[in-house]
């Protein structure tokens, strides 16, 4: 059931794309601002509180409502499971970016291709060449593809869709809350990276290991055992360093805007081998996230059918 549910959510998204701002991020982050007021007094601890009411509890109530269907209505639960994923995850949650750069690259408008990277990283970036657009957009595309498919995918497979929301969730309140620094929000939002971090340690590993096997193995497991603990974030880093690896490519270095921004090009290390990033390379992305994809489908099948037939 697992496996179908993934395939039919896959090829649901694919057919009719999502609104995520509207139906997704919009009302999240209404309950993040709820929660902030309320809770909100600088310290550690509130944040737990909130980061608890948030996350923690919306899973465990799907948790509960979704076992009572499979118990008494698994046609039901089975539509329930498809709809949280449908919900949680999704290649076009972020493709649509990717695309639209890599067309306008492969046309050279590069002004085009600098409004797109800039709208989805949410940071200007005037000054971009076209190999720093590519090299950046592949990043933001390594990273999505783990927070957007493979990682709620993950947690699907191991706690079914309260799974799926527990990880969404707890990456949105990661974003609206750890990188907060004014005065006034303290300590809040600490136990919000905390949990976050420990929440994606091992699928973040899990998705590195999918790229290294279906790219260049060796490249990307050096990749990432020497380069990946030099990048500031270092979840980050190991999908970077890994990727990187695999497609044969040169990532991290700085780039006009860092440099523009901060006057400091330390935070951005050299990530991967090979060639410098082009649309090339955009399109050999594109590939790399699919084959890992296909990779995690064929390894359920696998466990499905040996079940199948020691059953």
Same mark, same amino acid.
Not at 20 to 46: I, M, T, W, Y
Not at 121 to 142: H, K, T, Y
């Given at each position: 059931?697992?496996?179908?549910?993934?395939?039919?959510?896959?090829?649901?998204?694919? #057919? $009719?794309?999502?609104?995520?701002?509207?139906?997704?991020?919009?009302?999240?982050?209404?309950?993040? %601002?709820?929660?902030?007021?309320?809770?909100?007094?600088?310290?550690?601890?509130?944040?737990?509180? /909130?980061?608890?009411? %948030?996350?923690? *509890?919306?899973? /465990?109530?799907?948790?509960?409502?979704?076992?009572?269907?499979?118990?008494?209505?698994?046609?039901?639960?089975?539509?329930?499971?498809?709809?949280?994923?449908? #919900?949680?995850?999704?290649?076009?949650?972020?493709?649509?970016?990717?695309?639209?750069? $890599? #067309?306008?690259?492969?046309?050279?408008?590069?002004?085009?291709?600098?409004? *797109?990277?800039?709208?989805?990283?949410?940071?200007?970036?005037?000054?971009?060449?076209?190999?720093?657009? !590519?090299?950046?957009?592949?990043?933001?595309?390594?990273?999505?593809?783990?927070?957007?498919?493979?990682?709620?995918?993950?947690?699907?497979?191991? #706690?079914?869709?309260?799974?799926?929301?527990?990880?969404?969730?707890?990456?949105? &309140? =990661?974003?609206?809350?750890?990188?907060?620094?004014?005065?006034?929000?303290?300590?809040?939002?600490?136990?919000?990276?905390?949990?976050?971090?420990?929440?994606?340690?091992?699928?973040?590993?899990?998705?590195?290991?999918?790229?290294?096997?279906?790219? =260049?193995?060796?490249? !990307?497991? $050096?990749?990432?055992?020497?380069?990946?603990?030099?990048?500031?974030?270092? %979840?980050?880093?190991?999908?970077?360093?890994?990727?990187?690896?695999?497609?044969?490519?040169?990532?991290?270095?700085?780039?006009?805007?860092?440099?523009?921004?901060?006057?400091?090009?330390?935070?951005?290390?050299?990530?991967?081998?090979?060639?410098?990033? =082009?649309?090339? &390379?955009?399109?050999?992305?594109?590939? *790399?996230?699919?084959?890992? *994809?296909?990779?995690?489908? !064929?390894?359920?099948?696998?466990?499905?059918?040996?079940?199948?037939?020691?059953?």
């Amino acid at each position: 059931m697992t496996l179908i549910s993934i395939v039919i959510a896959l090829v649901l998204e694919q #057919l $009719h794309a999502l609104s995520v701002q509207r139906v997704v991020r919009e009302p999240v982050a209404r309950l993040a %601002g709820f929660l902030e007021d309320k809770f909100n007094d600088g310290g550690r601890s509130h944040g737990a509180i /909130a980061w608890g009411l %948030g996350v923690a *509890l919306p899973a /465990a109530l799907l948790s509960i409502i979704y076992a009572a269907l499979m118990v008494f209505q698994p046609v039901l639960g089975f539509l329930l499971g498809i709809a949280v994923l449908y #919900l949680t995850m999704g290649f076009r949650q972020f493709s649509h970016f990717f695309t639209g750069i $890599h #067309l306008a690259l492969r046309a050279g408008e590069i002004d085009e291709a600098r409004r *797109l990277l800039a709208e989805w990283r949410g940071r200007g970036g005037e000054r971009l060449n076209s190999g720093e657009i !590519a090299r950046l957009a592949i990043e933001q595309a390594l990273l999505a593809s783990h927070r957007h498919v493979f990682a709620p995918l993950l947690w699907f497979v191991v #706690l079914g869709p309260a799974g799926a929301l527990f990880y969404r969730l707890a990456h949105s &309140f =990661d974003e609206l809350w750890s990188r907060r620094s004014e005065i006034e929000f303290g300590e809040f939002g600490q136990f919000t990276r905390q949990a976050f971090e420990l929440i994606d340690w091992v699928p973040l590993r899990v998705t590195a290991a999918a790229f290294a096997v279906v790219g =260049d193995f060796e490249d !990307a497991v $050096h990749c990432w055992r020497t380069q990946a603990v030099r990048w500031p974030e270092a %979840g980050s880093g190991i999908l970077l360093a890994s990727g990187a690896g695999a497609l044969g490519v040169r990532l991290g270095m700085p780039v006009h805007d860092v440099i523009q921004d901060t006057g400091d090009a330390s935070d951005r290390p050299e990530l991967g081998l090979g060639e410098d990033a =082009d649309p090339d &390379f955009m399109q050999s992305t594109i590939g *790399l996230v699919w084959r890992s *994809l296909v990779l995690g489908l !064929a390894v359920l099948a696998l466990v499905w059918i040996s079940s199948w037939v020691g059953s």
